[in-house]
């Protein structure tokens, strides 16, 4: 497929400041040298614990942070820097879903102001006035349009992110980069808004990044899955490939902790508890930054750094001593297995 996104070596460093002239005495490493493609139609997950840098990804690629360093390119224009009016359009074409639809709508708005806020912001003309608009939104997210009038206390959590995915939609984004959409959300009602994000990509022709802090809730909905630790990509392949033939120990291990619906591999897997905590970001180990909490670390893991390498057509893992590497077969069917 056509590239809709690239990052090219993206950092995000916070620095850190202390005393009275506010010196710089350290920074936070959260984002450290990521670079991805994202093609048009397709949902790429960037999955993690806490502190692995995906909510920053989130917000340079929706460009609500400047970057530290690193290049960003949409629909082949490098967009890293632009600023002010140049702005604009990339703010229509590139939309955030947030994770947590309680906050994100004002309680004293109407459900019709929310929701119409972007056509005002952007100065966006609806043919047949800002309430059809909403009205058919609404519609397009399963929502009563009816309903416009109400305000956000009158919706339940489910309805809420809708209402936010609504917003979401009234500028015909092309992206959207979806911060843990359905984690503040009951279990019962996840699978009913991931679902509709499905169902809005095919509808609309939209290109997801998902944001994810576990690999259960992104299984059905990527093409392609990114882990991430302390602000790098450990792993990134193809969905089937990551969760069948995991290269790398850490994802190893955040799929041991996954239920495993397919009886096939029941009982295959063996829980891996990781130890210890994630290290700090101001802080992150030298080397192979998983060395602290992976039990294949060898001596080299501690001073070497490894690469994120190609170690199977599209699969790129970051390990000296990668798992499943040579467990790829191709029949003569052509499917790997
Ligand atoms: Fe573990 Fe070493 Fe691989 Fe890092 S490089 S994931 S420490 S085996």
């Known amino acids: 497929g056509e590239e809709l996104l690239s990052v090219t070596d993206l950092q995000k460093h916070f620095p850190i400041r ?24 397709e949902t790429l997950s960037l999955v993690g614990e806490s502190g692995c840098g995906k909510t920053t990804t989130g917000r340079l690629l929706t460009r609500l942070l400047e970057p530290t ?25 590139i939309q955030m879903i947030f994770q ?4 994100s709508l004002n309680p004293r708005h109407t459900v019709g102001t929310i929701v119409g806020a972007p056509f005002k912001l952007q100065n966006v ?3 047949n006035g800002v309430k059809k608009a909403v009205q058919d939104l609404l519609e397009l997210v399963g929502l009563n349009p009816e309903h416009y009038n109400r305000y956000p206390h009158e919706f339940s959590g ?9 917003r979401t939609l009234a500028l015909k984004p092309k992206l959207i980069v979806a911060d843990e959409p359905v984690s503040a959300l009951d279990v019962s009602i996840q699978a009913q808004v991931i679902n509709l994000l499905e169902d809005l990509q095919n509808e609309l022709d939209l290109t997801y990044v998902m944001i994810a802090h576990d690999l259960s809730v992104v299984r059905h909905v990527s093409d392609r899955v990114a882990v991430m630790y302390l602000g790098k990509i450990m792993e990134i392949a193809d969905r089937n490939a990551l969760y069948e033939r995991p290269m790398h120990p850490y994802t190893v291990a955040l799929l041991s902790a996954v239920p495993i619906p ?24 030298k080397g192979c930054r998983f060395h602290t909490r992976c039990w294949k670390a060898q001596d080299i893991c501690k001073t070497e750094e490894p690469p994120l390498a190609e170690l199977a057509p599209g699969h790129q893992a970051a390990c000296h001593f990668p798992e499943n ?6 029949d003569v069917t052509g499917t790997a297995s």
């Not at 947590?100 to 906050?103: G, H, I, K, R």
């Not at 397919?262 to 802080?283: C, F, H, M």
């Open 69 to 93: 360093a690193g290049k960003i390119v949409f629909e082949g224009r490098d967009v890293t820097h632009l600023s002010g009016a140049k702005m604009r359009p990339l703010r229509r074409d």
């Open 18 to 41: 202390r005393g009275l002239i506010q010196r710089q005495v350290g920074a936070v490493q959260a984002v450290d040298g990521l670079s991805f493609s994202v093609t048009r139609g």
């Open 100 to 103: 947590d639809p309680y906050s």
């Open 262 to 285: 397919d009886t096939a591999r029941k009982g295959k897997r063996e829980r891996i508890r990781l130890q210890g905590d994630v290290p700090s970001p101001i802080n992150p180990p």
């Open 158 to 166: 489910g309805q809420r992110q809708r209402i936010g995915i609504a």
């Open 125 to 127: 003309q609806t043919p």
């Open 325 to 330: 590497k040579d467990k790829l077969t191709i």
